[in-house]
């Protein structure tokens, strides 16, 4: 156990506690928030809705991973047509303890867009580079060591490459990643410098106090001022535990896009644009799976090695990524002796896919006994460029030598070559047959410098309640088309040393 | 972990969506096992989600005409496997749901460490041997990386381009 962590365990009663700044959630941007105030020297309480689990404790069982690193076992579902997959982590350093640690800066052509769009200043990329660099260094963003590059991600390398399209190795949050393609799971070697492992330990160093297995229920404010917030411990089972409420002058709300703009809905708080909890993007992606001749092993290499960037300007990202055998035999379109069949030949499968920046927007909604729920509409057009990935991912497959690809469509046939795949794609692929996944969820309490369009300013403060910052991707404006990690953690630390600078004026 | 609800269903559904060699060993068995530690990460509506979809499945098995009013955990292989297959290709909510059970039992089934091994997947040789590879290829390195992220300013490395 590390010092300064309390977890629900040691917990046997109500806890009322008193500090400048509260921060709820131990994500990207959370747990950066915490170190900043927590370094400048403000009493800072970090709650965390998931356990404590220490990189030792981390194995490749999937199953494992699902049930104690995420929000409802992985399995959250946007409902719409067609529905769309989802998953959040829900642990101690929040989702950058499953990702795949790519640490890309925000695009310029994005930054750019925002500024004007919604008139956010200090966001250009001058303004921003310096807190990429030190973000960059503090997590050990960088290459990969080549030894550590699987054959799965060098085969697609070398079919996009082969298609003459611009192919880039991935930046990672990574300090010498072994490459055991176990992120999903939570990094067994602590090499993914997730939040876990540095900016936690950071905060926590510098007198943070954090308890996790802490859900906030409220806001608490006072005139238009916050006032702390209240929660409850959860024992384990998800039985309630003792109540907790804590008095702060400042309150940062970081528990992503979805649970975010549920909790300042469900307590009480309004956004005057009406976008609060709207917005929202997801970043579809979708797996095409390609079968082999050769031995591929993908699960013996990093989780990512490479990006397909040419086609970024259609907003589509294409690379690969090996999936564990629960996870893959969980998505194929398959079942009894013919899933086992498929199964058999899981060491030479290469699964790989598109990541679409949408234009289609969703909303979170939370209903009566169900929480917060999902509902995203994918557009037409969109529909159109997910299926235009997977047809190029496809192509990049049988360029490897794929001998047949089974598509991410509902009950389409098994592709045996490229001439197959152009004929089958020829006609519109029917939106409700695709099969989407998403791990980016952004948008839904978007910065705007004017009150009536978003509902944070530039800086993630609430238009309307003083003291109250929010701190994760709900503040993207839009999609941004590529990992927005990076980007969550530089408006981060910018948003808190701003909050520093300006400390006397929030009392701390 | 949580008791699986209508297990004599979700057994036969297993059966059914899960390769033939689910009947071998007591796999079975340990599949309904990581079936319960799934749905007890699971919150209360989707838990009572995926018991609908188990009764759904069994009470519906009576409207297809071949299982002559039968329910769904009654019927042989001969006219279980007909009805899944047009269970799961239709296009209703219902359906929808009965899918997403089968991909949670599947995802069970390959959870088990003997199914694993037996499609080639035994990953903890190989993190102990990468791991191994890691330490001693980078150690100094990794310990001066690691070293950054609780300095105090002004020791360790330097942070870069700090504003």
């Known amino acids: 156990m590390i010092s300064g962590l309390v977890t629900q365990a040691e917990v046997a009663g109500d806890l009322s506690l008193d500090c400048g700044a509260v921060v709820v959630g131990s994500g990207a941007g959370g747990a950066t928030v915490a170190a900043e105030l927590a370094e400048a020297g403000v009493d800072v309480v970090l ?42 982590g829900r642990c101690v350093g929040g989702s950058t303890v499953v990702n795949g640690g790519m640490s890309w800066r925000t695009p310029t052509r994005v930054l750019s867009r925002w500024a004007e769009q919604e008139g956010l200043r200090a966001i250009g990329e001058r303004d921003l580079d310096p807190y990429f660099a030190a973000i960059e260094s503090r997590l050990s963003v960088g290459l990969q060591d080549p030894e550590t590059i699987g054959r799965d991600s060098a085969l697609f390398q070398a079919g996009a490459q082969a298609r003459g399209w611009a192919v880039v ?8 990643c072994a490459g055991t393609n176990s992120c999903s799971s939570g990094c067994p070697t602590g090499a993914k410098r997730s939040m876990l492992v540095t900016s936690v330990p950071r905060a926590l160093a510098r007198g ?5 297995d802490c859900r906030v229920d409220r806001v608490t404010r006072a005139g238009g001022a916050v006032t702390g917030v209240t929660g409850h411990f959860v024992r384990p089972g998800g039985r309630r535990g003792p109540g907790l409420t804590v008095r702060a002058r400042v309150v940062v709300v970081a528990g992503g896009a979805i649970q975010t703009p549920a909790l300042l809905a469900r307590s009480g708080l309004r956004s005057a644009s009406g976008r609060l909890g709207r917005n929202l993007s997801v970043h579809p992606n979708a797996v095409v799976t390609a079968f082999f001749d050769q031995e591929v092993t993908g699960w013996q290499g990093v989780h990512q090695a490479f990006q397909v960037r040419e086609f970024l300007d259609e907003g589509l990202l294409l690379t690969a990524t090996n999936l564990t055998p629960p996870m893959l035999a969980g998505i194929l379109p398959a079942y009894g002796a013919e899933l086992g069949e498929l199964m058999a030949d899981y060491n ?16 979170i909604r939370s209903l009566p006994g169900l929480g917060p729920q999902v509902f995203y509409q994918l557009t037409d057009y969109d529909a159109g460029r997910v299926a235009r990935g997977v047809e190029l991912t496809a192509e990049a497959l049988f360029e490897a030598g794929a001998r047949r690809v089974l598509l991410p469509v509902d009950a389409a046939p098994v592709v045996r070559g490229p001439d197959e795949l ?19 969820l952004m ?36 999609p941004i088309g590529i990992n927005p990690m990076e980007t969550v953690i530089a408006l981060a630390m910018r948003n808190a040393r701003r909050l520093v600078e300006r400390r006397d004026s929030y009392g701390l | 972990m949580a008791e699986v609800p209508f297990q004599h269903v979700a057994r036969r559904f297993a059966e059914l969506v899960c390769p033939p060699e689910v009947r071998a060993d007591q796999r079975a068995d340990r599949v309904l096992g990581e079936l319960g530690l799934m749905l007890g990460s699971l919150p209360p509506a989707a838990r009572k989600a995926l018991a609908g979809a188990l009764v759904l499945l069994d009470q519906g098995a009576r409207l297809y005409p071949p299982s002559r009013g039968r329910r769904f955990a009654r019927l042989g292989d001969e006219v279980a496997g007909p009805y899944v297959r047009a269970v799961l290709a239709r296009r209703d909510p219902a359906a929808e749901l009965i899918r997403r059970l089968k991909s949670v039992i599947i995802m069970c089934y390959y959870e088990l460490p003997e199914v ?10 190989y993190i102990a041997a990468v791991s191994r590879r890691r330490l001693e290829s980078y150690g100094p390195d990794i310990r001066a990386g690691e070293a950054v992220v609780t300095a105090a300013p002004g020791q360790g490395t330097p942070e870069r381009g700090t504003p």
């Open chain 1, 47 to 88: 709650l965390e809705e998931g356990g404590y689990h220490p990189t030792e404790s981390f194995t490749a069982a999937t199953g494992r991973a699902l049930r104690t690193l995420y929000r409802d076992g992985g399995g959250g579902m946007a409902i719409g047509r067609p529905s769309v997959l989802y998953a959040e």
């Open chain 1, 169 to 176: 190795p991935n930046r990672r949050n990574q300090l010498h």
């Open chain 1, 208 to 212: 943070a106090r954090l308890f996790a």
């Open chain 1, 348 to 363: 030479r499968i290469v699964t790989a896919g598109p990541l679409v920046s949408d234009t289609g927007t969703g909303r």
């Open chain 1, 422 to 440: 152009r004929r089958l794609l020829a006609r519109p692929v029917p939106k409700r047959s695709l099969q989407l996944y998403s791990v980016h």
């Open chain 1, 443 to 478: 948008g839904t309490a978007r910065m705007s410098e004017d009150p009536r369009r978003g509902v944070t300013g530039s800086f993630g403060e609430f238009h309307g309640a003083a003291g109250l910052i929010v701190a994760d991707a709900s503040l993207f404006p839009g």
């Open chain 2, 116 to 125: 694993q091994r037996e499609i080639g997947y035994d990953p903890a040789p």
